[in-house]
Nanobody
Framework: QVQLVESGGGLVQAGGSLRLSCTAS????????MGWYRQVPGKQREWVAT??????NYADSVKGRFTISRDNAKNMVYLQMNSLKPEDTAVYYC?????????WGQGTQVTVSS
């Protein structure tokens, strides 16, 4: 059973930075596609970024401001968020795709004040 645990959320002023971390349990982590999503109450969960062994993709809304990375030796994935805006406020979820199903963490709250 895969378990994902996010950390690093918090309250930051607009223009500030935060770094989210996600630790994954399980084996063959380097082969898994990892991603970050976010969700605002009352809205659908929104894709933010994806990283695999062969590619990295970002949503247009965060491109140039957010950076996704991973450390396969530690089974961790990160999301460096710079130039944060109030509209980035959301619960951020770590995601693991093993080709059969998606796994989700419990989420970490990011609040950006104006």
């Amino acid at each position: 059973q895969v378990q994902l645990v996010e950390s690093g959320g918090g309250l930051v002023q607009a223009g500030g930075s935060l770094r989210l971390s996600c630790t994954a349990s399980g084996s063959m982590f380097s082969l898994k596609v990892m991603g970050w999503y976010r969700q605002v109450p009352g809205k659908q969960r929104e894709w933010v970024a994806t990283i695999s062994s062969g590619y990295i993709n970002y949503a247009d809304s965060v491109k140039g401001r957010f950076t996704i990375s991973r450390d396969n030796a530690k089974n961790m994935v990160y999301l460096q968020m710079n130039s944060l805006k109030p509209e980035d406020t959301a619960v951020y979820y770590c995601n693991l795709n093993d080709g059969l199903q998606y796994y989700w963490g419990q989420g970490t709250q990011v609040t950006v004040s104006s």
